[in-house]
């Protein structure tokens, strides 16, 4: 997860993507991670401190729907980030959202 927060840092669109699950989800927009990566993060200044603001605070392991383990922000509530275990490796799997709110700006 550490070349992920690197490749935040640089606006590494092609990293972020290559880092992403193919599940993404960003709550309830529906996008594409490049989608929300182009309307959310690499253009918009406050978005994009509110980002790694999560990405710098502590990840903690938790149980998803499935089971499965995740790694979230905060305490794995509505607005917070998340990584996924797949394929031997962790990637960015999205935001955490049931669709009734979301906390980023």
């Known amino acids: 997860m550490k ?9 590494d669109e092609e990293k972020i993507v290559e880092m992403t699950s193919p599940n993404f989800g960003n709550g309830v927009g529906g996008e ?3 989608e929300w990566l182009n309307n959310i993060i690499l253009h918009d200044s406050k978005g994009l401190a509110y980002f790694k603001q999560m990405l ?3 990840l903690k392991s938790y149980k998803n729907g499935d089971g499965n383990i995740i790694r979230a922000s905060g305490n794995n509530a509505n607005g917070e980030i998340y990584f996924v ?3 031997e490796d962790w990637y ?3 935001i955490k959202d049931d669709g009734r709110s ?3 700006p």
């Open 3 to 11: 070349n992920f927060k690197s490749a935040v840092n640089l606006k």
């Open 32 to 34: 594409t991670i490049r």
């Open 56 to 58: 710098n605070g502590s």
């Open 85 to 87: 275990y797949e394929n």
């Open 92 to 94: 960015f799997g999205g």
């Open 102 to 104: 979301n906390n980023a």
